[in-house]
C-alpha cells in the first residue's frame, strides 16, 4: 500500500495564480483532511471530509476550496495565490471510528508563493 | 479542547530512555490523550494514545497521571532516528476526527 500520496511535491506560483494540490489515500479511510504547516509552528487544519460527500472547515480555511472527489481522493484548491500562503501542506486520512483518531499523513507539498 | 503545554526542546543521550512530559490541567473527563512525532520535513507519524490507563506499544509507552492533568511519553531506548518534534494532543469524541496540533517538543538524541 503506498497509504497517502501528494502531488506535486514541490511548487511554486507567482500571486494570483491558481492550483490543485492533489491526495489521495489507498487504505479505504473514510475521513480526509487537509492541513498547513508554516516554519517553526504545528499543524493547522484547513478542511476536512468526514465522509465521502461531506466537507467541512477547519480552523483557517480561507483563500481555499476543496473537493472530495471519490472516497480516495481529496483535493485543495487555491483560487488567487498569496505569499500569506507560502507554507508545507499536508493530507491525512483516518477511519471515522468513534475512539481511535490514528490519522496517517502524507509526505507533504511545499509551496512558495512569491 | 484542553489545552496542552509541552518543554520547547529537550535533549537525550542515544541508548538512554526519553521521558517528554505534557501538562493538560483543564483536561475533562472524556478527552483522550495523542501523541504524535514528526521528524524533519515528513508528516506527522501517530505514537499512542490513552484515557487513563497507562498504555504501551512497539514505539512507546504513555504513562497518565491519576488526576489525568498530565502525562509523560516514554521512549525506552532513543536512538538518533527519534530525533523529531514530539506533539501532545488532548481530544475529545465529540471533536470528531479533528486534531489540533501545538508547537511541541523538539527532542534532540544526542551520540
Known amino acids: 500500500n503506498a497509504g497517502v500520496t501528494q502531488t506535486p511535491k514541490f511548487q511554486v506560483l507567482k500571486t494570483g495564480q491558481s492550483m490543485t494540490l492533489q491526495c489521495a489515500q489507498d487504505m479505504n479511510h473514510n475521513s480526509m483532511y487537509w492541513y498547513r504547516q508554516d516554519p517553526g509552528m504545528g499543524l493547522r487544519l484547513i478542511y476536512y471530509?468526514?465522509?465521502?460527500?461531506?466537507?467541512d472547515k477547519g480552523e483557517v480555511p480561507n483563500g481555499y476550496n476543496v473537493s472530495r472527489l471519490n472516497k480516495r481522493e481529496f483535493s485543495l484548491r487555491l483560487e488567487s495565490a498569496a505569499p500569506s500562503q507560502t507554507s508545507v501542506y499536508f493530507c491525512a486520512s483516518s477511519e471515522a471510528q468513534p475512539t481511535v483518531y490514528e490519522q496517517y499523513f502524507g509526505p507533504g507539498t511545499r509551496l512558495t508563493v512569491t | 479542547d484542553a489545552k496542552t503545554t509541552q518543554p520547547p526542546s529537550m535533549d537525550c543521550a542515544e541508548g538512554r530512555a526519553a521521558n517528554l512530559p505534557c501538562n493538560h490541567s483543564t483536561i475533562s473527563g472524556n478527552e483522550y490523550v495523542y501523541w504524535y512525532r514528526q521528524i524533519h520535513s515528513q508528516g506527522p507519524q501517530y505514537i499512542i494514545h490513552?484515557?487513563?490507563n497507562n498504555e504501551t506499544n512497539e514505539m512507546a509507552s504513555l504513562i497518565i497521571t491519576e488526576d489525568r492533568k498530565s502525562s509523560t511519553l516514554i521512549l525506552p531506548h532513543a536512538t538518533l532516528r527519534d530525533t523529531a518534534v514530539y506533539y501532545c494532543?488532548?481530544?475529545?469524541?465529540?471533536?470528531?476526527?479533528?486534531?489540533?496540533f501545538g508547537a511541541g517538543t523538539i527532542l534532540r538524541v544526542k551520540s
Open positions: 490513552g484515557l487513563k
Open positions: 494532543i488532548v481530544r475529545g469524541e465529540e471533536y470528531g476526527n479533528k486534531l489540533v
Open positions: 471530509s468526514a465522509s465521502e460527500g461531506t466537507t
